[in-house]
């Protein structure tokens, strides 16, 4: 003879408002778990994929683990094709080969994909539900806008980069590519397109794509290579998009420090254009092949009195030229002598030797000093880096490594 079971059963009040809880609340998302097995498929084949770079013993992680599955959840409502938008994490104790091919730094870090392809840029804003959720609703909007007529080009804002395209029509594999082109760089330059009748009296030998840069005289570019292939296209449109020369911004100081590569920066009034023209001519003319090694930058001398107050100038002073290397600044001599040749790459190469740090420290170097005199010690104390605040806070985020400047 088997035991009876007895079960107690809840109120029936009870029953009712466990039954309402069930129907009202909302289904919980999972959030795609990556692993070197599955990760290459899952991205490949989403338009667009946030992803969670985590570590379980990180308490920003733990503390950011109910905002983004919630912000899932709200995403998925809108965008129910799984392969619309996928929100997937990556727990990099367990998978730190992927945490090495993303070249992750801090926890936790979110990362954008396109169809497989990371961003540049990744996420930086406010960690609610909200904004991450806004943040997706921005990704997935039409980064190209439709010109209706022709005219509208004589009225494009000029101080952007702009890359139009002129296509026959809208479903073709010329317009595909440039609208995959666009979704990956449409933070660095604005895209229009027109198609049709429209844009026939810039089609002269088929689909035309041109680059219009910053400035009313500066003259246009025509993209001369296949429209079909997206990795030319992309390259082409990159080069254009990217400046050598970048503005430093309080809005993206954090992304440029965090790409580890020490500053020569440029500071100038907002005006004064003629300056800033000088110095990306000389950066291109001398220090092209530094690229890779250095960030050339340049910033508004009024929004970044402090740095200037650091190397004891003032907007007074400015255009003046400063290297930043997250440990020290030091400050170009003279900004006259930019011309002349060899001047600005020196004081670059100066910083990768070690020969401004050591000087800073012990004065001139004894190879500098005339024949016949003393070589002195000469103790004193650099400036610190000043950039270095914009990094990525402690207070926001795990960090992993420490990077030891000059």
Not at 275 to 280: P, R, V
Not at 290 to 305: M, S, Y
Not at 328 to 349: A, E, N, R
Request: glycine share 4%; proline share 6%; net charge negative.
């Amino acid at each position: 003879m088997r035991p009876a079971i007895f079960l107690l059963l809840p109120e029936p009040g009870c029953v009712f408002l466990l039954l309402v809880s069930w129907l009202v609340s909302p289904t919980r998302s999972e959030i795609t778990s990556l692993d070197s097995g599955n990760i290459d498929d899952i991205l490949n084949n989403a338009d667009v994929a946030l992803v969670n770079f985590y570590a379980d013993w990180c308490r920003f992680s733990q503390m950011l683990h109910p905002i983004f599955e919630e912000a899932s959840n709200v995403i998925k409502e809108e965008y129910p094709d799984k392969n619309q938008v996928v929100f997937a994490r990556v727990d990099c104790d367990q998978h730190s080969d992927i945490a090495q091919r993303y070249r992750i730094s801090k926890y936790p870090t979110l990362k954008l994909f396109r169809n497989g392809m990371m961003m540049k840029r990744e996420y930086r804003g406010q960690r609610s539900v909200t904004a991450i959720a806004d943040y997706i609703r921005q990704q997935k909007s039409n980064p190209i806008q439709e010109i209706q007529d022709l005219e509208e080009i004589s009225t494009l804002d000029r101080s952007r980069r702009n890359i139009v395209g002129y296509f026959e029509q809208k479903d073709s594999d010329n317009y595909r590519t440039f609208e995959r082109v666009a979704n990956i760089l449409h933070d660095d330059c604005v895209f229009l397109s027109a198609f049709g009748a429209i844009s026939k009296p810039e089609r002269f030998s088929g689909d035309n794509v041109i680059y219009k840069p910053p400035g009313e005289n500066a003259p246009d570019m025509v993209y001369l290579g296949s429209l079909t292939n997206f990795d030319l296209v992309y390259a082409w449109t990159q080069d254009k998009c990217v400046p050598l020369v970048r503005e430093i911004t309080f809005e993206n100081g954090e992304e440029l420090t965090e790409e580890g590569l020490p500053f020569l920066i440029l500071f100038h009034m907002k005006g004064d254009l003629e300056s800033l023209e000088k110095f990306q001519q000389e950066v291109a003319r001398q220090l092209i092949s530094e690229k890779g090694t250095i960030n050339f930058l340049h910033a508004d001398c009024d929004k970044f009195r402090h740095p200037l107050l650091h190397i004891q100038k003032t907007p007074a002073d400015c255009p003046v030229i400063a290297i930043d290397s997250f440990r020290h600044m030091y400050v170009f001599p003279d900004f006259s002598d930019l011309s002349v040749s060899g001047k600005l790459k020196q004081f670059v190469l100066d910083l990768h030797s070690g020969k401004l740090h050591r000087e800073f420290h012990h004065g001139p170097d004894p190879t500098d000093v005339a024949p016949g005199q003393p070589v002195q010690d000469l103790a004193s104390s650099p400036p610190e880096s000043s950039f270095q605040k914009l990094a990525p806070s402690e207070h926001r985020y795990t960090l992993l490594r420490e990077k030891d400047e000059l």
